[in-house]
């Protein structure tokens, strides 16, 4: 009669050998697939079906094609930051916030900000906030021919949403939804350290490069975790078998090295009056000579923020639903980092059908 402990003991062997099996085919797997992975340069972003509207200078407004029978009343027009391009919300069929939004009926706008030339060097928030998104709003109303206009912007997308309807309180803004929005730059520690007047002269910057190269902005997000490169890389390798896990980082891996450069003046302002000054929640930020006051913000409002983001901390963040002043109006925390939160496997469960769920009952 054998015992339990017996039989345990004669098992262990296998058990060994199976592990061992599976390093050793994982290591070459890790081998077959590093070559693949240097040499792959296709990508598949930004497949979702679009046309394109309208072009001003760099800017290119598209609209996507609708893919359902009935769309929402009210088009959604999407406003990305400008020192990123926007295919980080269209990164693979089916991995695209763009695709997912239009499968469930919304008529969907984008604006591509594009790189800055140096002719471009001049332009500052107010030819963004005054001059081009009003003008992109526009071609949105004559296009689908609705007086109404949603807005969804995201990090410093947002930003320039928040102060468009702050700048527009009666025109045809429908409702506004952000995500991850810095409003009080006070919160952005690390950033505001690394632009301290006393050892950044913007000015200097400024003056002797014209726009901000985008290997300086990289290299600024990356200062905010100096080790997280590292660490990627190995987690890369250590996965560099699952072709799930490789997919995914590739993607995500280069649009965050896909940065564009900062328009100068535009740079020169967002340090000087935002980072360096706050301005903007002391209620001293101006546009043109007039006063920027988000309790003018009265139309329905959703703020997004991610719980462990290290380029929108919380703190920067927070008091953006406090200082509007709408009846409707709803902040809510995600899991997930700032990239995180809009991309990725966790963002389809988490963030899109809470977009879905809050805008589909307010675009009818």
Request: hydrophobic share 40%.
């Amino acid at each position: 009669m054998t015992s339990k402990v017996e039989a345990d003991t004669s098992s262990f062997p296998g058990q060994v050998a199976d592990i061992v099996q599976r390093e050793v085919e994982r290591v070459i797997l890790r081998q077959i697939k590093g070559v693949e992975y240097l040499n792959h340069r296709g990508t598949d972003a930004g497949k979702t079906p679009k046309a394109e509207l309208y072009r001003q200078g760099t800017l290119v407004l598209y609209h996507y094609l609708p893919q359902t029978e009935e769309v929402y009343r009210v088009p959604v027009l999407l406003v990305m930051s400008l020192i990123n391009k926007p295919y980080i919300i269209d990164l693979a069929p089916g991995q695209s916030l763009v695709e997912y939004l239009v499968q469930k009926g919304f008529d969907v706008y984008l604006i591509d900000w594009g790189a800055p030339r140096d002719e471009d060097r001049n332009l500052r928030l107010e030819d963004y906030v005054l001059d081009l998104l009003p003008t992109c709003v526009a071609r949105v109303q004559e296009d689908s021919g609705e007086p109404d206009v949603s807005i969804l912007g995201y990090c410093f997308g947002g930003l320039l949403s928040v102060l468009y309807a702050t700048q527009y309180p009666h025109g045809p803004l429908k409702n506004l939804l952000c995500l991850t929005t810095p409003i009080d730059f006070s919160g952005m520690t690390l950033q505001r350290a690394w632009t301290d007047k006393r050892h950044f002269d913007v000015d200097d910057i400024v003056d002797r490069l014209g726009n901000v190269p985008a290997e300086m902005i990289l290299a600024s997000f990356d200062m905010l975790r100096p080790a997280s490169r590292f660490f990627s890389q190995i987690r890369l390798w250590d996965n560099m078998w699952n072709d799930e896990f490789v997919t995914a980082y590739r993607r995500l891996d280069r649009w965050s090295n896909d940065q564009i450069p900062f328009a100068g003046e535009c740079f020169r302002q967002t340090v000087k009056e935002l980072l360096q000054e706050n301005r903007l929640v002391e209620g001293r930020f101006q546009l043109n000579g007039r006063k920027v006051d988000l309790g003018e913000i009265t139309v329905p409002f959703m703020h997004v923020v991610a719980k462990y983001d290290h380029i929108v901390p919380y703190e920067s963040a927070r008091c953006l639903v406090y200082q509007v002043t709408s009846e409707d109006r709803i902040e809510e925390v995600i899991e997930g980092g700032h990239v995180s939160l809009v991309a990725g496997r966790n963002a389809i469960k988490r963030l899109w059908p809470r977009i879905d769920g809050w805008l589909s009952e307010r675009s009818l």
